[in-house]
Nanobody, 126 residues
Framework: VQLQASGGGLVQAGGSLRLSCAAS????????TGWFRQAPGKEREFVAA????????DYADSVQGRFSISRDYAKSTMYLQMNSLKREDTAVYYC????????????????????WGQGTLVTVSS
């Protein structure tokens, strides 16, 4: 399975963007999928995740209430809707997936994820 992230760009503070992560060469039906981000000079950090059936979502405190993660199973695609963007949201955003048929455990460390897409840059200007 390969993951392809897209949707990044330049946006003003307070604006919105929607990131997409499409899976190809396989299915992510039993995977937990998530988003991480990495700002210059900082470590990669957890942003949000969703389990295989969409019944369990998880957010970092810094994005809770502003970002929303979802999945379209027919398209094997995951989304991250980002609203009320702040300058501190500027980073390269990566999508990731972890085989997780039970879907109830909170996984927030990058090392816990098996598959990674390439990053997409989000820049929030003041």
């Amino acid at each position: 399975v390969q993951l392809q992230a897209s949707g990044g760009g330049l946006v003003q503070a307070g604006g919105s963007l929607r990131l997409s992560c499409a899976a190809s060469s396989g299915t992510i039906g039993s995977y937990r999928t998530g988003w991480f981000r990495q700002a210059p000079g900082k470590e990669r950090e957890f942003v949000a995740a969703i389990n295989w059936n969409g019944g369990n979502t998880d957010y970092a405190d810094s994005v809770q209430g502003r970002f929303s993660i979802s999945r379209d199973y027919a398209k094997s695609t995951m989304y991250l809707q980002m609203n009320s963007l702040k300058r501190e949201d500027t980073a390269v955003y990566y999508c990731a997936a972890k085989r997780d048929p039970y879907g109830t455990t909170r996984y927030v460390r990058p090392v816990e994820y098996d598959l990674w897409g390439q990053g997409t840059l989000v820049t929030v200007s003041s």
